[in-house]
């Protein structure tokens, strides 16, 4: 009777102490794999239509805050444009109108940098 307990401890006991290790396994292999899962959905969100969508819709809206600004807010406008297309890939999907745009505005900014 006393070796049938002991037996039902010990199973018990190396039941938690498996379960823990698998805990603490899962762990671990969510520190190795979870940066790479999420570079990839990060990706997957960057090159979709809805984000690309997104983008062109504020570069409309930039387009004709730019077209309507004064000399001073033009740059502020160029800045905000530049800084957004800075870590955004999909250019090519764009609309012509707004390439030429995004092109004018770059250019319009290295012209200022190179005349100072």
């Known amino acids: 009777m006393r070796y049938a307990i002991g037996g039902v401890i010990l199973v018990l006991a190396l039941l938690f102490g498996l379960g823990w ?3 603490f396994n899962s762990l671990g292999m969510e520190s ?3 940066p790479a899962k999420e570079k990839i959905r990060r990706k997957t969100f960057e090159e979709s239509r809805a984000y690309t969508a ?22 502020v406008v160029e800045s905000i444009v530049v800084h957004r297309m800075a870590g955004f ?3 090519k999907r764009l609309p012509e109108h707004l390439r030429k745009f995004i ?6 900014r290295v012209g200022r ?3 100072k």
């Open 54 to 75: 997104g983008m062109a819709q504020e570069l409309e809206n930039m387009l004709i805050e730019y077209g309507s600004a004064s000399p001073a807010q033009k740059e």
């Open 32 to 34: 190795v794999f979870k």
């Open 89 to 91: 890939t999909g250019e």
């Open 113 to 115: 940098i190179k005349g």
């Open 21 to 23: 290790a698998s805990n």
């Open 103 to 108: 092109k004018q505005v770059h250019d319009a």
